[in-house]
C-alpha cells in the first residue's frame, strides 16, 4: 500500500480536527519517512492554517503546505535543465550520476537516454565511466544497444575521465548533444570520490568549457531516511544539483523527499517508477504533494 493510501484512509476516519488527531497525523508522518522534528513543525503549521483558513479540508491543507516547500526549492535550482517539453539551445550537457551502489544508477542512466531521445529529440551518448564495476560497463553496452544509443566505453579498471573525455569528443564530432555519465558508486573513501570527480570535471571545463555540467545524485526511495544520510555525504563531498528518485513502488513512503528539500535544498528532477525504459518522469511537486496528502492525482 502506498503510503498515500495510509494518509487517506487516516483522515477518513477523523472527520474533526482534534489535539489528538494532530499527534496521531505527525506519527504517521514521521513512519513515512518525513523526520520527526520536520513532522511535528508540519503539524503545527497545519494546526495554524486550519485556523485561518477555515473550511478547507486538511488533507486539502496538508498538501498545499508540503507542495510550497517543494516549490520553493524546485524553483530556487532551476532544474532540470531540460525536459521533455524543452531542450537545451545547441548546447551540449554533460549529467554525471553520482550514488552509492545499487540505487540504480546504469538503468537510470539507460532511462534518461530513452526519455531524451524519445520524447526531446535529443542524441544521447552514455559514458560507462563506472570502471570500477566491470558489470556496469557490460550493462550499459546492453542498454545501448537495445534503445539504439552510442555507449562509450573502456575497459574494466581504466580512467573514468578518460571515457568522459572521449563522450565529449564523440559529440563534438556530431556523435550527440547530451552526455549521461555512469559513475562508480564507491563511498569508502570520500577523498577519492571528490578527486574523481573533480578530475572528469577539470576534463569537461577543458574539453567542453562552454558546456552544461549537471550533476544528480541517485537515491533508491525505498531506503527512506538513510537516502537522507547518503545525500548529505554527497552533498558535503561534491554538491549534486539534483535528485533522481528510483525504486519509488508501492515500498516507498516518499517522505524523503520533503527532508532532501528542507533541510538539504535538494530537489527531485526525476522519479523512476519501475523497470522498463519508460518508467521515468520529470517530478512534479504538486501531484507528488496531492499523492502524499491522500489526494488523488490531478490529470
Known sequence: MRFGEKIKIFFSGKPSVTDEMLEDLCDLLVEGDFGASRAFNMVELL???YK???????????ADLLEKELLNVSQAGGFP????????????????????????????AAKLASLYSRQCGLKPILAAADTFR???IEQLKIHGERLGVRVIAHQHGGDPAAV???????????????????????????????????????????????????????????????????????CEAVAPQGIILTKY???????????????????VVYICTGEKYGDIETFNPHSFAREFAGLEKET
Open 81 to 108: 535543465p531540460f525536459n521533455e517539453h524543452e531542450s537545451p539551445a545547441g548546447k551540449l550537457t554533460v549529467i554525471l550520476l553520482l550514488g552509492v551502489n545499487g540505487v540504480g544508477k546504469t538503468t537510470t
Open 47 to 49: 494546526r495554524q492554517q
Open 52 to 62: 485561518s483558513r477555515g473550511g478547507e479540508s486538511v488533507p486539502a491543507l496538508l
Open 249 to 267: 513502488d508501492s515500498t516507498a513512503k516518499g517522505g524523503v523527499v520533503f527532508s532532501l528539500a528542507t533541510e538539504l535544498r535538494l530537489p
Open 164 to 234: 568522459v573525455y572521449d563522450a565529449v569528443e564523440a559529440a563534438r564530432s556530431g556523435g550527440g548533444n547530451v552526455i549521461i555519465a555512469d559513475t562508480a558508486g564507491r563511498m569508502h573513501t570520500k577523498s577519492a570520490l571528490v578527486e574523481e570527480l573533480k578530475k572528469i570535471d577539470r576534463v569537461v571545463a577543458a574539453k567542453a568549457g562552454d558546456a552544461e555540467n549537471v550533476k544528480y545524485l541517485v537515491l533508491d526511495a525505498t531506503t527512506g531516511r538513510n537516502a537522507l544520510a547518503q545525500a548529505a555525504v554527497f
Open 134 to 136: 566491470a558489470a556496469a
